[in-house]
C-alpha cells in the first residue's frame, strides 16, 4: 500500500520490516529515500521536524554549476553540478525553470577594466563548455542600455556593459517535498515528519539495525542513513557514544524586499565591495529577494538567525551597485540557514571550501552522507544508496536520472493556451498553481468542490489560495501553521507581517482539519506570530 499519511506511516512503522530508513528528511535523505525505493529496497524516512524545515528550505532556491567553483578550480564539481541541473530540469518541470542573470561591469568613463572583463569572459566560456550549454542558452555580452531595461536601478554613471548567462530556480521546499512524496506514493516508501530517531537500534554483533522514534516506536531496517545535515553528528553520536566534530556550519541569509524597491525582471549578480563575493539579486513575483551571505557558524544549530550585521552586508552590496538606498525597513522577509560543509584541515573562510560530499559507513554500518548542495541531492543520493547496496549485498543500480517527480507527467496540457479555461480558472491563476504543483494541480482545485471561498488569497496580498492550505494538510503532511505558511507556501519569506496578521484565519481554516481545540488553536496562532515577531526583531526592522 503506498500512501503518504502521516498517521498510516507511524502505524506501519512500527509493524513492517524495512531494507533501509533514512533519518533527515531534508532533500539528501528525500533523495536517499526515493533512489533506494525505486530500487526496490523497502524504505522508510523519518523527520524529527518537518520536511525541508532546515538547511533545505533556506537556501538560495537556485539550481546552478556554481560560477564561482570555476575560480576555485573546481572544475568536475561544476560539470556534475550542471549535469544534474538538467536532469532537474528534464523531470521536475514544474518546479526547476531556467532563469537568465545579468553579471553587470563597472568601469569609469565608460571603460570596463580588461583584467576584469577578461576573466568573466573566459569563465563564462568555460562555464559554457563544462555543460552550461545544456540549457540550451550561450552566454553573451549585453549592452549598458539593455542592461538598464532589465536592472533599472544600476548605478548609470558606473555601469559600462554587461553579461548574460543562463542557470536555473526552484522553491526548495517544494522540490523536497516532491521528493519525498514520490517515494511514499509512487514507490511505496514509508515516510513521517514530526517524528525523529531518539536511539539506535543495534544487533547482537553490534550493527545498527533500526532505531527507536520520540513516541516510542521501534524501527527494524537492516540499514540506517544518517541524512540529517548540519545535525549528523548528534545521529552520529547515537551510534558512536561520543559527539565527532565533522562539520563546519556556514550560515547564508536572505532577505526579501518589494520589488518596486528593487526591480528586476532577470536575476543579477553584484559584486560585494572588497570582499572578492557577489550576491544574488532574484526576481520573486512582486517582491526580489537577495543573498546570499557565507560565514562561520557556532550558535545553536536549531534556530540561526539574520542578524542586523548580515542585513548590513547585503544591503550595502546592493546599494553600492545600485541607486535603490534599500534600509532595513524595506525588508519584509528572510530567512537564514546552514551549510553543512565537510570540516577539513584548511582554515580557508567557508566561502572557499569545497561543496563536494561525503559517503561513510561507520564501524557498525551506519552510513552518512554530508555536504553537497540542493543542485546535487540526486547524485549525493545514488552514492549513497549505491554504500547501502553494498552493505546489503544486493539492491540493483540507480533508476533516479530519468525518473520523473510528482506533478511531472501529463504537465504539457496544462501549459498550453486553453489551459486555464480547462481548469476553469484564471490564466495567471492556472500558471501560478502549475508551477507548484505541476499535473496536480487539477487535483487541489477539485478540493475546493465549489467552495468559492477556498479560492480567496490564504494572505492578503499573496497568490496562495486558501484550498492550497487545505490541501497541504490533507496531501501534504503538514501539521503546523509553520509548515503551511513557511514551506508548503512561502509567505512568511514574502511578506512577514502579513502573513502574521493572516495567521489566526488560517488557523480558522485548518483546526478542523488537524484535531486542533480552540485552545490548541490559540496556541498555535500565538507561536507563529512570535516566530514572525522574533524574525522581525532579528533584522532589526
Excluded at 255 to 271: E, F, K, S
Excluded at 499 to 528: H, I, K, M, N, Y
Amino acid at each position: 500500500m503506498s500512501s503518504f499519511d502521516r498517521d498510516d506511516a507511524r502505524v506501519r512503522l512500527g509493524a513492517e520490516d524495512f531494507d533501509v530508513l533514512v533519518i533527515g528528511g531534508g532533500v539528501t535523505g528525500a533523495g536517499v529515500a526515493l533512489d533506494a525505493a525505486s530500487r526496490g529496497l523497502r524504505t522508510a524516512i523519518v523527520e524529527r521536524d518537518d520536511w525541508a524545515s532546515g538547511t533545505s528550505s533556506k537556501s538560495s532556491k537556485l539550481v546552478h554549476g556554481g560560477l564561482r567553483y570555476l575560480q576555485q578550480k573546481e572544475y568536475r564539481l561544476v560539470y556534475e553540478n550542471l549535469a544534474e541541473r538538467q536532469r532537474l530540469l528534464d523531470n521536475a518541470p514544474h518546479l526547476v525553470h531556467p532563469l537568465p542573470f545579468l553579471i553587470p561591469l563597472f568601469g569609469k568613463d565608460g571603460v570596463v577594466n580588461a583584467a576584469v572583463a577578461k576573466a568573466y569572459t573566459t569563465a563564462l566560456w568555460l562555464y559554457d563548455l563544462t555543460g552550461g550549454l545544456r540549457i540550451r542558452h550561450r552566454h553573451r555580452r549585453m549592452p549598458k542600455a539593455e542592461a538598464l531595461r532589465h536592472v533599472p536601478s544600476l548605478r548609470d554613471d558606473r555601469l559600462v556593459a554587461a553579461f548574460l548567462y543562463y542557470d536555473a530556480r526552484t522553491d526548495d521546499a517544494r522540490l523536497t517535498l516532491a521528493v519525498v512524496r514520490t517515494a511514499a506514493i509512487d514507490y511505496g516508501a514509508v515516510a513521517a515528519n514530526h517524528l525523529g530517531a531518539v536511539a539506535l537500534r543495534k544487533d547482537g554483533t553490534g550493527r545498527v539495525a533500526g532505531a527507536e522514534l520520540a513516541d516510542g516506536t521501534g524501527v527494524r531496517a537492516r540499514a540506517v542513513v544518517n541524512a540529517a545535515g548540519v545535525w549528523s553528528d548528534d545521529v552520529r553520536a547515537l551510534d558512536e557514544r561520543t559527539h565527532p566534530d565533522s562539520l563546519r556550519p556556514a550560515k547564508g541569509i536572505h532577505v526579501t524586499v518589494p520589488a518596486h524597491r528593487l526591480p528586476c525582471d532577470i536575476a543579477a549578480v553584484l559584486p560585494v565591495p572588497k570582499d572578492h563575493r557577489s550576491v544574488f539579486v532574484v526576481p520573486w513575483g512582486d517582491r526580489t529577494y537577495i543573498g546570499t551571505t557565507d560565514t562561520d557558524y557556532e550558535g545553536p544549530l536549531d534556530d540561526p538567525e539574520c542578524t542586523p550585521q548580515d542585513v548590513a552586508y547585503l544591503l550595502d552590496a546592493v546599494n553600492s551597485a545600485t541607486t535603490s538606498g534599500l534600509t532595513t525597513a524595506d525588508v519584509i522577509g528572510s530567512w537564514a540557514g546552514l551549510r553543512p560543509l565537510v570540516k577539513g584541515a584548511s582554515t580557508a573562510r567557508t566561502a572557499d571550501l569545497s561543496r563536494r560530499h561525503q559517503v561513510s559507513v561507520g564501524a557498525s554500518g551506519l552510513v552518512t552522507v554530508t555536504g553537497g548542495k540542493l543542485t546535487t541531492y540526486r547524485e549525493m543520493a545514488a552514492d549513497t544508496v549505491d554504500a547501502v547496496v553494498r552493505l546489503l549485498g544486493g539492491g540493483g543500480r540507480s533508476r533516479t536520472r530519468h525518473l520523473p517527480l510528482r506533478g511531472a507527467v501529463g504537465l504539457e496540457q496544462l501549459r498550453g493556451p486553453d489551459a486555464g479555461a480547462l481548469l476553469g480558472v484564471a490564466p495567471d491563476l492556472c500558471a501560478h498553481l502549475v508551477d507548484r504543483y505541476g499535473a496536480e494541480a487539477t487535483r487541489v482545485l477539485r478540493l475546493a468542490n465549489g467552495d468559492a471561498s477556498l479560492l480567496e488569497p490564504l494572505v492578503p496580498g499573496l497568490e496562495y489560495l486558501r484550498v492550497e492550505a487545505v490541501w497541504a494538510v490533507r496531501r501534504e503532511m503538514a501539521c503546523t501553521l509553520d509548515d503551511i505558511l513557511a514551506r508548503r507556501t512561502r509567505a512568511l519569506l514574502r511578506d512577514r507581517d502579513a502573513t502574521a496578521a493572516a495567521a489566526p484565519a488560517v488557523a480558522e481554516l485548518v483546526a478542523p482539519l488537524l484535531g486542533w481545540s480552540p485552545e490548541e488553536s490559540r496556541a498555535e496562532v500565538d507561536r507563529f506570530v512570535a516566530l514572525a515577531a522574533r524574525e522581525r526583531a532579528s533584522v532589526g526592522a
